[in-house]
Nanobody, 130 residues
Framework: EVQLVESGGGLVQAGGSLRLSCAASESAFDDYAIGWFRQAPGKEREAVSCISSFDGSTYYADSVKGRFTISSDNPKNTVYLQMNSLKPEDTAVYYC???????????????????????WGQGTQVTVSS
């Protein structure tokens, strides 16, 4: 079983940056897709980003494109989510998850992020003040 631990959350002013880390208990990233999700109070869970070494694919929600960057450091078994130009609407608990690749599926010209993952971290709170 893969264990995931998120860190790096905190309180930041609008326009600031945070880097979230997702550390895995084993060398999982060559075999798994890793996704970042967030959930704000009263809202549904949202897929923010994902990365899959299987096919080199990455995904960003429209709401974070150009501001967030996902990357992986396989020797450290860690995936990062660099979040820049943060907005109050980015406030949420952020979770990372691991599952079978790929992290995207395609339907014609459209693509959708994988939502069902096998392993989840405990989450880290991100709060952006205005």
């Amino acid at each position: 079983e893969v264990q995931l631990v998120e860190s790096g959350g905190g309180l930041v002013q609008a326009g600031g940056s945070l880097r979230l880390s997702c550390a895995a208990s084993e060398s999982a990233f060559d075999d798994y897709a890793i996704g970042w999700f967030r959930q704000a109070p009263g809202k549904e869970r949202e897929a923010v980003s994902c990365i899959s070494s299987f096919d080199g694919s990455t995904y960003y929600a429209d709401s974070v494109k150009g501001r967030f960057t996902i990357s992986s450091d396989n020797p450290k078994n860690t995936v990062y989510l660099q979040m820049n130009s943060l907005k109050p609407e980015d406030t949420a608990v952020y979770y990372c998850a691991a599952g079978n690749p790929p992290c995207l599926w395609y339907s014609g010209s459209d693509y959708y992020p994988k939502m069902e993952y096998d392993y989840w971290g405990q989450g880290t709170q991100v709060t952006v003040s205005s």
